[in-house]
């Protein structure tokens, strides 16, 4: 009798022993972070809030309003400026075409002096 409670509780001690192994390698297979903190906001989508058509649309419309407007404002401006200069006798041309030739370039040394500042000053600074 006293060797077949013995086997019985060898046997039963292996099978919690098998048990408690299995239990523990499942445990710890698992992301501890999650078990920690939730849930992670990995795999989360964020809710969509769509605004109503109507109210889509009528941003679009007034986009394509603004977006008009502003062309419009462009090609007027233009074409100003090449009716100004149409309406000029020749000399007037040829001084005007002079003179924007002058400003740009006086503009473009003007860009170069202010790089040339800036690079001293950067290097004075750092």
Do not use: C, W
């Amino acid at each position: 009798m006293e060797r077949f409670s013995l086997k019985k509780i060898v046997i039963l001690f292996f099978v919690l022993l098998v048990a408690t192994g299995t239990a523990n390698a499942q445990l710890f297979h698992r992301n501890p972070e999650k078990r920690i903190f939730g849930k992670s906001s990995i795999g989360k989508k964020e809710a969509k809030v769509k605004e109503p058509r109507k109210v889509s649309k009528a941003k679009k419309k007034q986009e394509a309003k603004q977006k008009k407007i502003k062309n419009d404002n462009k090609k007027a401006a233009e074409r100003s400026r090449e009716r100004t200069y149409d309406i000029q006798t020749d000399d007037v041309k040829a001084r005007m075409k002079r003179n924007q030739k002058e400003i740009e370039a006086r503009d473009k040394e003007k860009k170069k002096r202010t790089k040339k500042g800036t690079k001293t000053a950067g290097r004075k600074y750092n």
